[in-house]
């Protein structure tokens, strides 16, 4: 994904990408259906009501109060009262039951199409190969799956069925007014412009106001959460005075964010509700004059007047499902892009079930680069056999990282294969593969959850019994009980445990999985020496009957090694145990001998 | 209910603006009762309709009706303006009185509460007092002012007929008093179930790697697909109370019509009322469905409200820390003596003692190295000195004076620290270094930056001592982060400087020369070093080490290597470290 997502087409019918999003209503196409059917009914219902008072009034009641004439018309008169009446009823019962059910119906299907779109979208984003990770930042996949997907729901629940339903009722009043009488329906139709011009100059403004109200908000909570988290700091050096008038002057400029709207709504909603009676008022004088020639009756009038009242509410929701066009069909082009993504590791149509695996890796002539820029290995070769224990050590960035992705094949090296007990890994199946692969990181991930889950993560099978025995052989049923026991809760990333805990609890993890071949990426960071040592013994265990490539950031650790890699540059630069890299004489025992200096 | 309306900051803004909001009630009034007018001019001109009246007398009461609207308009358009806006300036002094209150609370109270609560009270809790006492108050007096007007006026026309039509919008009323609270809450609901599913895919991102490590991909898409399921089932949920709160409004609204039609019309036909007034009491239930709608609105206004006050004012009577005490007169240079005897320290909650008959002996001008585990009680023991925990009294004497006695302001004006984990706020360089005192020029702020090993980094930035670091900034690495905060302290020229593990992230070459360049600055001031790393205490004129809360051994660098304990054993791994680091 090069573009940035805030560089869109920007046309906001995009008639390709609205069909691409329809697509996922399809499944779902009689339920649509069946809601905008019921839209039609509801919306002729709701068209009927004026008419039918016009005629009562035109009918029955004006000449009755006009002439005051004699009881015969009475019954009659009062008949086609009931019969009015009757009918409003029974159309005002189905209009409501009606819509009811179509709201309903509405939303259960728009809930589901955004279900699936969601998971879909999900996924797809956590089935793709870590490169899609490297390139897209968390934050923004988050809001793929979030807000993005947000907007689409409104779209599909509020949107489409609805703005059909405005726009017939708009369509229809029109065409009413205009056959019962051309000229009242210029004069009552003459503000909707007015109104129409008002909404927009206002709404626009409000959007841009809101805009700099949540920039505001943003702003004060980003200070708020500063100041709040860096309290021991400012009470430390007595600076609650100079915090506290910054932030004033934050929540100053708030406030007047806030008050520009004000401001805004403030000559809207008068505005709003002056036009109407405008057009009321012109109503009156030109349906007087049209009565008093004869053109007209009262009735025509009031529903003139009526069908006014009844067009304001669509006017406004047409003008609003507008913008949600608009940003559905941005949210859309967001969500497609990531669905279009097909960074993926080529998997093998044939590959081969993994079971129990010896643990032999061998790296043949490996080169690699992320993103065709600078390579990062170089002609990466070496022979590890079963259940021997290799130490890689080498300066910052001189690859010792990408090896342990590559072995893990959370990439495929551009030229060159890597195998395990003699088959390329490509040919494995990638699931089974990483069974047998255990990696712990110096950044160890736990997710929010119990300790259990975090111990088995996903392989249910494992029973208690076992992921307690396999904390105990890497000595983390301290960490475990502190916490609670196997059900003891985790916070989000582990945010209460410390650098070395966490690594301990990486190591029943591990331990717990058994994995034939062990990748180590010792911690040093952050971490105090005391519990270092703690850790050590762990890896002791841990390292017992697999295979072992790990980062070693300790002289001590490396000494017992059956091989160590030395890599500068993205080549391995010297090969051997502790006392062939001494005689080599070369960076190795350089570094050894300053060290026996000491 | 109306608990809100006390708030004290809200009161004491209301006095502030009381003329303002004088005019601002006569607004409310005039937007009240003059929509009234509209309806009763509407059915007079009917009534010129039906009888074929002049034009005169139509022009008339249209003209009427026109200058009416266009007044309720200005009353609206001022209401707004003024009620409004006030909310808005009285929102302003809450928040700044409850987060003057807040950074004046004991650091205690801090270390149990979470920040996101917190900024929620700041937030949410403030704004919904504020709709409380602004709009909520505003539209139910106004909507309840049209309300009686409209009411009344039906009731003097035709009571049968008013009390008829007005039946289902009291019914109306009362169902949005129960329907609203429950869509609020639903709301709620949605918007949790969507921040767990956003936290859960921001977890699954972040942990990618770890997932397709463990193969975990099925097992976490099964687990979203769940969350997407919740959030969708509760998103219906609240559509069918939608759904519900739709139909009622439209239908009994609509049945109050059909009312006026059927019992309207019978009167029309028995002549005892016309086509006017039939036509205005329309026009009056339409301006009726709105505050039926609103006023249920304002009652869960109030509801809420009234929770986010309770939540507000258990936060204005936490004490705030005690800061009075005296300032007894120190020495003007060469550091402070410290002496710390038998202190024994417990967290609360914590069942563990953090330190334990601890003493020792700090002269003026020395330096004290501490060294041990994580969790041994250094930072703790620091924490006491600030008194952001506060110590027994008699257990820490600063020049022979025990600082429990002592002013705050006094104690912390004595001393600087460097905390562990250094703290940048999202500001320019020369703000962050001159944070801890109220003025400095600009010399000052560059030679603190020098003597904290920052000049070469303040090359590279793109506006040096101005450039902004943080979230809306570059991002300063975990070193040059320390080094911000160690100028920061060293520009205060206090006579106590506490480093807690200040130097970690700084590589060795680089703590090697700030320490140099501090000889000099050191010996003007009493220090305390903790240290995970040797290097930076070999040269302390006295080293502790620390272990569950304990001495256990103490000395200079030569002494405790001869010892051969845990220093020792420490001091050996992180030489091994280095020397493969440097490779």
Same mark, same amino acid.
């Given at each position: 994904?090069?573009?940035?997502?805030?560089?869109?087409?920007?046309?906001?019918?995009?008639?390709?990408?609205?069909?691409?999003?329809?697509?996922?209503?399809?499944?779902?196409?009689?339920?649509?259906?069946?809601?905008?059917?019921?839209?039609?009914?509801?919306?002729?219902?709701?068209?009927?009501?004026?008419?039918?008072?016009?005629?009562?009034?035109?009918?029955?009641?004006?000449?009755?109060?006009?002439?005051?004439?004699?009881?015969?018309?009475?019954?009659?008169?009062?008949?086609?009262?009931? #019969?009015?009446?009757?009918?409003?009823?029974?159309?005002?019962?189905?209009?409501?039951?009606?819509? #009811?059910?179509?709201?309903?119906?509405?939303?259960?299907?728009?809930?589901?199409?955004?279900?699936?779109?969601?998971?879909?979208?999900?996924?797809?984003?956590?089935?793709?190969?870590?490169?899609?990770?490297?390139?897209?930042?968390?934050?923004?996949?988050?809001?793929?799956?979030?807000?993005?997907?947000?907007?689409?729901?409104?779209?599909?629940?509020?949107?489409?069925?609805?703005?059909?339903?405005?726009?017939?009722?708009?369509?229809?009043?029109?065409?009413?007014?205009?056959?019962?009488?051309?000229?009242?329906?210029?004069?009552?139709? &003459?503000?909707?412009?007015?109104?129409?011009?008002?909404?927009?100059?206002?709404?626009?403004?409000?959007?841009?106001?809101?805009?700099?109200?949540?920039?505001?908000?943003?702003?004060?909570?980003?200070?708020?959460?500063?100041?709040?988290?860096?309290?021991?700091?400012?009470?430390?050096?007595?600076?609650?005075?100079?915090?506290?008038?910054?932030?004033?002057?934050?929540?100053?400029?708030?406030?007047?964010?806030?008050?520009?709207?004000?401001?805004?709504?403030?000559?809207?909603?008068?505005?709003?509700?002056?036009?109407?009676?405008?057009?009321?008022?012109?109503?009156?004088?030109?349906?007087?004059?049209?009565?008093?020639?004869?053109?007209?009756?009262?009735?025509?009038?009031?529903?003139?007047?009526?069908?006014?009242?009844?067009?304001?509410?669509?006017?406004?929701?047409?003008?609003?499902?507008?913008?949600?066009?608009?940003?559905?069909?941005?949210?859309?082009?967001?969500?497609?892009?990531?669905?279009?993504?097909?960074?993926?590791?080529?998997?093998?149509?044939?590959?081969?079930?993994?079971?129990?695996?010896?643990?032999?890796?061998?790296?043949?002539?490996?080169?690699?680069?992320?993103?065709?820029?600078?390579?990062?290995?170089?002609?990466?070769?070496?022979?590890?056999?079963?259940?021997?224990?290799?130490?890689?050590?080498?300066?910052?960035?001189?690859?010792?990282?990408?090896?342990?992705?590559?072995?893990?094949?959370?990439?495929?090296?551009?030229?060159?294969?890597?195998?395990?007990?003699?088959?390329?890994?490509?040919?494995?199946?990638?699931?089974?593969?990483?069974?047998?692969?255990?990696?712990?990181?110096?950044?160890?991930?736990?997710?929010?959850?119990?300790?259990?889950?975090?111990?088995?993560?996903?392989?249910?099978?494992?029973?208690?019994?076992?992921?307690?025995?396999?904390?105990?052989?890497?000595?983390?049923?301290?960490?475990?009980?502190?916490?609670?026991?196997?059900?003891?809760?985790?916070?989000?990333?582990?945010?209460?445990? &410390?650098?070395?805990?966490?690594?301990?609890?990486?190591?029943?993890?591990?331990?717990?999985?058994?994995?034939?071949?062990?990748?180590?990426?010792?911690?040093?960071?952050?971490?105090?020496?005391?519990?270092?040592?703690?850790?050590?013994?762990?890896?002791?265990?841990?390292?017992?009957?697999?295979?072992?490539?790990?980062?070693?950031?300790?002289?001590?650790?490396?000494?017992?090694?059956?091989?160590?890699?030395?890599?500068?540059?993205?080549?391995?630069?010297?090969?051997?145990?502790?006392?062939?890299?001494?005689?080599?004489?070369?960076?190795?025992?350089?570094?050894?001998?300053?060290?026996?200096?000491? | 209910?109306?608990?809100?309306?006390?708030?004290?900051?809200?009161?004491?803004?209301?006095?502030?603006?009381?003329?303002?909001?004088?005019?601002?009630?006569?607004?409310?009034?005039?937007?009240?009762?003059?929509?009234?007018?509209?309806?009763?001019?509407?059915?007079?001109?009917?009534?010129?309709?039906?009888?074929?009246?002049?034009?005169?007398?139509?022009?008339?009461?249209?003209?009427?009706?026109?200058?009416?609207?266009?007044?309720?308009?200005?009353?609206?358009?001022?209401?707004?303006?003024?009620?409004?806006?006030?909310?808005?300036?009285?929102?302003?002094?809450?928040?700044?009185?409850?987060?003057?209150?807040?950074?004046?609370?004991?650091?205690?109270?801090?270390?149990?509460?979470?920040?996101?609560?917190?900024?929620?009270?700041?937030?949410?809790?403030?704004?919904?007092?504020?709709?409380?006492?602004?709009?909520?108050?505003?539209?139910?007096?106004?909507?309840?002012?049209?309300?009686?007007?409209?009411?009344?006026?039906?009731?003097?026309?035709?009571?049968?007929?008013?009390?008829?039509?007005?039946?289902?919008?009291?019914?109306?009323?009362?169902?949005?008093?129960?329907?609203?609270?429950?869509?609020?809450?639903?709301?709620?609901?949605?918007?949790?179930?969507?921040?767990?599913?956003?936290?859960?895919?921001?977890?699954?991102?972040?942990?990618? *790697?770890?997932?397709?490590?463990?193969? *975990?991909?099925?097992?976490?898409?099964?687990?979203?697909?769940?969350?997407?399921?919740?959030?969708?089932?509760?998103?219906?949920?609240?559509?069918?109370?939608?759904?519900?709160?739709?139909?009622?409004?439209?239908?009994?609204?609509?049945?109050?019509?059909?009312?006026?039609?059927?019992?309207?019309?019978?009167?029309?036909?028995?002549?005892?009322?016309?086509?006017?007034?039939?036509?205005?009491?329309?026009?009056?239930?339409?301006?009726?469905?709105?505050?039926?709608?609103?006023?249920?609105?304002?009652?869960?206004?109030?509801?809420?409200?009234?929770?986010?006050?309770?939540?507000?004012?258990?936060?204005?009577?936490?004490?705030?820390?005690?800061?009075?005490?005296?300032?007894?007169?120190?020495?003007?240079?060469?550091?402070?003596? +410290?002496?710390?005897?038998?202190?024994?320290?417990?967290?609360?909650?914590?069942?563990?003692?953090?330190?334990?008959?601890?003493?020792?002996?700090?002269?003026?001008?020395?330096?004290?190295?501490?060294?041990?585990?994580?969790?041994?009680?250094?930072?703790?023991?620091?924490?006491?000195?600030?008194?952001?925990?506060?110590?027994?009294?008699?257990?820490?004497?600063?020049?022979?004076?025990?600082?429990?006695?002592?002013?705050?302001?006094?104690?912390?004006?004595?001393?600087?620290?460097?905390?562990?984990?250094?703290?940048?706020?999202?500001?320019?360089?020369?703000?962050?270094?001159?944070?801890?005192?109220?003025?400095?020029?600009?010399?000052?702020?560059?030679?603190?930056?020098?003597?904290?090993?920052?000049?070469?980094?303040?090359?590279?930035?793109?506006?040096?001592?101005?450039?902004?670091?943080?979230? *809306?900034?570059?991002?300063?690495?975990?070193?040059?982060?320390?080094?911000?905060?160690?100028? *920061?302290?060293?520009?205060?020229?206090?006579?106590?400087?506490?480093?807690?593990?200040?130097?970690?992230?700084?590589?060795?070459?680089?703590?090697?020369?700030?320490?140099?360049?501090?000889?000099?600055?050191?010996?003007?001031?009493?220090?305390?070093?903790?240290?995970?790393?040797?290097?930076? +205490?070999?040269?302390?004129?006295?080293?502790?080490?620390?272990?569950?809360?304990?001495?256990?051994?103490?000395?200079?660098?030569?002494?405790?290597?001869?010892?051969?304990?845990?220093?020792?054993?420490?001091?050996?791994?992180?030489?091994?470290?280095?020397?493969?680091?440097?490779?």
């Amino acid at each position: 994904m090069a573009h940035d997502p805030e560089e869109l087409s920007g046309r906001a019918f995009d008639r390709k990408l609205l069909r691409r999003l329809l697509r996922f209503a399809l499944p779902y196409r009689r339920e649509f259906m069946t809601s905008t059917g019921m839209l039609l009914c509801i919306s002729a219902m709701a068209l009927a009501g004026p008419l039918l008072l016009r005629d009562l009034i035109n009918g029955v009641l004006s000449h009755h109060a006009e002439a005051g004439s004699g009881a015969g018309s009475g019954d009659e008169a009062l008949g086609a009262l009931l #019969f009015t009446s009757g009918v409003l009823l029974v159309l005002g019962i189905l209009t409501f039951g009606l819509r #009811f059910l179509q709201i309903r119906l509405t939303n259960r299907t728009g809930q589901r199409v955004i279900h699936d779109l969601r998971t879909r979208l999900y996924d797809h984003i956590t089935k793709r190969s870590l490169k899609f990770f490297d390139q897209n930042p968390v934050g923004k996949l988050v809001t793929r799956v979030t807000s993005d997907i947000e907007t689409l729901n409104e779209f599909f629940v509020a949107g489409i069925d609805v703005l059909l339903y405005d726009l017939v009722r708009i369509i229809g009043i029109v065409a009413i007014l205009f056959i019962v009488d051309w000229q009242m329906a210029l004069v009552t139709l &003459s503000v909707v412009p007015l109104i129409l011009a008002w909404s927009f100059v206002f709404q626009r403004r409000a959007r841009r106001l809101f805009r700099v109200v949540r920039g505001e908000v943003g702003k004060l909570n980003a200070s708020l959460n500063e100041y709040l988290s860096g309290v021991r700091l400012i009470q430390s050096l007595r600076r609650e005075k100079a915090v506290l008038a910054k932030f004033s002057a934050d929540n100053r400029s708030l406030k007047n964010a806030h008050v520009a709207t004000v401001w805004n709504f403030a000559w809207f909603f008068p505005g709003l509700e002056l036009l109407p009676a405008l057009g009321t008022a012109m109503l009156l004088v030109v349906g007087h004059s049209r009565v008093r020639e004869g053109d007209l009756q009262v009735g025509d009038v009031i529903m003139f007047w009526t069908y006014l009242g009844h067009f304001l509410e669509p006017l406004r929701q047409v003008a609003d499902k507008y913008n949600v066009l608009q940003g559905a069909v941005a949210a859309g082009e967001r969500v497609f892009r990531v669905l279009d993504d097909e960074t993926a590791l080529p998997l093998a149509p044939d590959a081969s079930p993994v079971a129990r695996v010896r643990g032999a890796v061998s790296f043949r002539d490996v080169h690699f680069a992320y993103d065709d820029r600078k390579p990062v290995l170089k002609g990466i070769s070496f022979d590890m056999s079963a259940g021997a224990k290799f130490a890689l050590v080498g300066p910052t960035g001189s690859g010792k990282s990408t090896i342990i992705s590559l072995l893990s094949r959370f990439y495929d090296p551009t030229q060159g294969v890597i195998t395990l007990d003699g088959q390329d890994l490509r040919t494995y199946e990638l699931a089974g593969l990483r069974r047998q692969i255990g990696v712990v990181l110096q950044d160890v991930f736990l997710f929010e959850g119990t300790v259990r889950e975090n111990l088995h993560l996903g392989r249910t099978e494992l029973t208690d019994e076992a992921l307690l025995a396999a904390a105990s052989a890497v000595q983390a049923l301290p960490v475990i009980e502190r916490l609670g026991g196997l059900s003891g809760h985790i916070q989000e990333r582990g945010s209460t445990l &410390s650098v070395g805990e966490k690594q301990l609890l990486a190591f029943a993890r591990t331990m717990a999985h058994d994995p034939a071949v062990l990748v180590l990426d010792e911690a040093t960071a952050h971490i105090d020496t005391a519990t270092e040592l703690l850790v050590q013994s762990a890896i002791a265990r841990l390292t017992q009957g697999r295979t072992t490539l790990a980062i070693a950031h300790r002289l001590s650790t490396i000494q017992s090694s059956d091989c160590i890699l030395v890599l500068h540059h993205g080549e391995l630069r010297e090969r051997g145990t502790h006392e062939q890299l001494l005689r080599e004489n070369g960076i190795y025992a350089r570094l050894s001998r300053l060290q026996s200096l000491a | 209910m109306f608990r809100f309306l006390k708030d004290p900051d809200v009161l004491a803004s209301a006095r502030e603006h009381r003329s303002l909001l004088w005019s601002g009630a006569w607004a409310v009034l005039g937007r009240g009762f003059l929509p009234l007018a509209g309806p009763w001019f509407l059915g007079r001109s009917i009534d010129i309709v039906v009888a074929a009246g002049s034009n005169h007398a139509l022009w008339r009461y249209v003209g009427w009706m026109m200058a009416f609207a266009v007044f309720t308009a200005a009353c609206q358009f001022w209401m707004r303006w003024v009620i409004i806006g006030w909310s808005r300036v009285a929102e302003l002094r809450t928040r700044n009185s409850l987060f003057g209150h807040l950074l004046g609370l004991p650091i205690p109270w801090f270390d149990r509460s979470r920040t996101g609560d917190l900024l929620s009270r700041l937030n949410s809790d403030v704004e919904a007092v504020r709709m409380g006492y602004g709009p909520g108050v505003m539209h139910a007096m106004a909507t309840g002012l049209t309300t009686i007007g409209a009411v009344i006026l039906m009731v003097s026309k035709n009571p049968l007929l008013a009390g008829l039509a007005l039946l289902p919008l009291f019914f109306l009323f009362f169902s949005m008093k129960r329907l609203l609270p429950s869509i609020h809450d639903l709301s709620t609901a949605v918007q949790e179930s969507q921040s767990t599913l956003s936290a859960r895919a921001q977890e699954a991102f972040s942990g990618a *790697r770890v997932i397709k490590a463990f193969s *975990r991909e099925d097992h976490e898409n099964e687990a979203f697909r769940q969350l997407s399921q919740g959030v969708a089932e509760r998103n219906v949920a609240l559509a069918k109370k939608r759904a519900v709160l739709n139909c009622l409004v439209e239908g009994l609204g609509g049945l109050s019509l059909l009312v006026v039609t059927i019992v309207g019309g019978l009167m029309i036909l028995r002549e005892s009322m016309t086509i006017g007034t039939f036509t205005a009491f329309f026009a009056y239930l339409n301006q009726l469905i709105w505050p039926m709608i609103a006023l249920g609105w304002t009652l869960s206004l109030y509801q809420r409200a009234d929770a986010s006050f309770d939540r507000l004012n258990a936060l204005r009577q936490v004490a705030p820390a005690q800061t009075g005490g005296h300032a007894p007169g120190l020495p003007s240079d060469g550091g402070l003596g +410290i002496r710390i005897r038998n202190l024994t320290f417990r967290y609360p909650d914590s069942p563990r003692l953090a330190l334990s008959e601890l003493s020792v002996e700090i002269p003026r001008g020395s330096v004290l190295g501490i060294v041990g585990r994580t969790a041994a009680g250094k930072s703790t023991l620091l924490k006491l000195l600030l008194r952001l925990h506060e110590p027994a009294p008699g257990t820490i004497e600063i020049e022979g004076s025990d600082i429990a006695s002592w002013s705050l302001d006094h104690l912390r004006q004595q001393i600087s620290v460097v905390p562990q984990e250094s703290f940048l706020f999202s500001d320019s360089m020369a703000a962050n270094i001159a944070f801890g005192v109220d003025h400095a020029d600009r010399a000052a702020i560059e030679a603190a930056a020098r003597a904290a090993g920052l000049e070469d980094d303040l090359r590279s930035f793109p506006d040096g001592l101005d450039t902004v670091v943080g979230e *809306r900034g570059i991002t300063l690495s975990g070193g040059q982060r320390q080094r911000v905060a160690l100028a *920061r302290a060293l520009l205060r020229r206090s006579p106590i400087l506490l480093l807690d593990d200040a130097l970690s992230s700084v590589d060795v070459a680089t703590e090697r020369v700030i320490l140099d360049g501090w000889r000099e600055h050191l010996r003007a001031r009493t220090t305390i070093i903790v240290s995970h790393r040797l290097s930076s +205490i070999v040269e302390a004129d006295q080293i502790i080490v620390l272990e569950s809360g304990r001495i256990i051994e103490r000395g200079h660098h030569q002494d405790l290597l001869a010892q051969g304990g845990l220093y020792a054993r420490l001091f050996r791994l992180q030489q091994d470290e280095r020397e493969l680091e440097s490779l």
